[in-house]
Nanobody, 124 residues
Framework: QVQLIESGGGLVQPGDSLRLSCAAS????????MGWFRQAPGKEREFVAQ????????DYGDSVKGRFIISRDNNKNMVYLQMGSLKPEDAAVYYC?????????????????WGQGTRVTVSS
């Protein structure tokens, strides 16, 4: 069974930076794509970023391009989301997700495994 545990969420001010982490266990980590999604109250879960099995390909949602960076450390079974220039509209619960194979899409259907989420609040 794949387990994903997110950490790093919290309360920040607009313009601040924050790094989310996701620890993965339960299968060979470096064979699978990983993604980050977010869900704000009353809204659907939204694609944020994904990274292929070896980090060679990354994709970002339009709302975070140029501000967020996804990365992974296959030696540590970790994936990260570095968030910069945070805006109030970035506030959400952020979820780490593990893909079905080495590459994934922006669709939730590409990710059979999910963490419990970590909350990010952006407020002055």
């Amino acid at each position: 069974q794949v387990q994903l545990i997110e950490s790093g969420g919290g309360l920040v001010q607009p313009g601040d930076s924050l790094r989310l982490s996701c620890a993965a266990s339960g299968r060979t980590f470096d064979l699978y794509a990983m993604g980050w999604f977010r869900q704000a109250p009353g809204k659907e879960r939204e694609f944020v970023a994904q990274i292929s099995w070896n980090g060679g390909r990354t994709d970002y949602g339009d709302s975070v391009k140029g501000r967020f960076i996804i990365s992974r450390d296959n030696n540590k079974n970790m994936v990260y989301l570095q968030m910069g220039s945070l805006k109030p509209e970035d506030a959400a619960v952020y979820y780490c997700a593990a893909g079905k194979g080495p590459f994934a899409t922006t669709s939730l259907d590409s990710y059979p495994y999910w963490g419990q989420g970590t909350r990010v609040t952006v407020s002055s």
